[in-house]
């Protein structure tokens, strides 16, 4: 019988059990750089349109309807929103002229968000008439389509809108400028602008990765003091969100960008209005999510 070498038998044992236990680490390390790897998935971006300050007249009231024909065609866009001013501050307010321009809306394939502007509600001789005759034909307005997130209205003040798509937040708000005719209806009106704006952005601080507020006036140029109590609190709430922000009006009827004020988180759009839409990308995969495209429809 052959004698058995048990110093040698336990040196190759201790081999094969390194050479496995070496085996499952480089197998176990291969496992998790590829999991490692994986990318991340990609949230998909939000496109929408935004007009305003149109029509102010039959030549304007023509373009605006050809423009949306071409946006039937061309456009990509989630949503379209009208910034405001639905008709010129000089004319009267008449409801004919609020049912001819929710038809004209009516006529986007994409579902459309209107906010007020000054021309149809603070700049008529009877401001609450104003407000009720676009509350008839524009409140909740894009209810008139199939939209998917779930909208929500203040109860205070309906028609200021909210949702949450692909992570980024919209917010829309009945913010004017103009003649301050009744102090108390004007700061009860920029207070519940103020809560709504604050209410979802400490809500959703967690949940998006940008927000997107549209409202009508210039609210830093001219006498910007008139708006301070909506605009502190948007900003201190922005300030904490620490997200991009985009604040995105119409009124004053020139294209710019820019960031007025010190936190430097908000980013403020004014489009031209008119028969000029711009279409807007938010992308909620980068740090910088907003791009602008002004020729889209061209």
Not at 13 to 42: A, H, M, N, R
Not at 219 to 238: L, M, W
Not at 268 to 295: C, L, M, W
Request: negative net charge.
């Amino acid at each position: 019988m052959p004698t058995i070498n048990l110093k040698s038998l336990r040196s190759k044992t201790i081999l094969i059990f390194v050479g496995i236990t070496s085996l499952f680490q480089i197998t176990s390390c291969s496992s998790d750089s590829k999991e490692e790897e994986l990318p991340t998935p990609t949230i998909p971006n939000v496109v929408f349109t935004a007009i305003g300050d149109v029509p102010y007249n039959t030549e304007q009231r023509d373009s605006i309807i050809k423009v949306i024909a071409a946006h039937n065609t061309k456009a990509k866009s989630d949503f379209a929103i009208h910034l405001g001013d639905i008709k010129p501050g000089a004319g009267a307010c008449e409801e004919a002229v609020y049912k001819d321009v929710s038809n004209i809306l009516k006529q986007f394939n994409t579902p459309t968000f209107v906010v007020l502007g000054d021309n149809e509600f603070n700049d008529c001789i009877d401001p609450e008439q104003g407000l009720a005759y676009w509350n008839t034909h524009f409140l909740k307005f894009n209810t008139n389509w199939t939209f998917a997130p779930k909208v929500s209205y203040q109860a205070e003040r309906p028609e200021n809108f909210s949702w949450v798509q692909n992570k980024v937040l919209f917010i829309g708000i009945n913010i004017v400028g103009s003649t301050v005719h009744n102090t108390t209806e004007w700061e009860t009106r920029l207070t519940d602008n103020a809560n709504w704006v604050q209410q979802h952005l400490q809500a959703e601080k967690n949940n998006v990765n940008a927000a997107v507020v549209f409202g009508h006036a210039n609210i830093t140029e001219g006498d910007a003091t008139k708006f301070n109590t909506f605009t502190t609190v948007f900003r201190s709430s922005a300030a904490a969100f620490k997200k991009p922000v985009l604040y995105v009006q119409g009124d004053g009827h020139i294209w710019f960008t820019n960031k007025p004020w010190p936190e430097k988180n908000i980013t403020r759009v004014q489009i031209e209005g008119g028969h000029r839409a711009v279409e807007v990308t938010v992308d909620p995969n980068k740090s910088n999510p907003f791009s602008y495209n002004r020729t889209f429809l061209d």
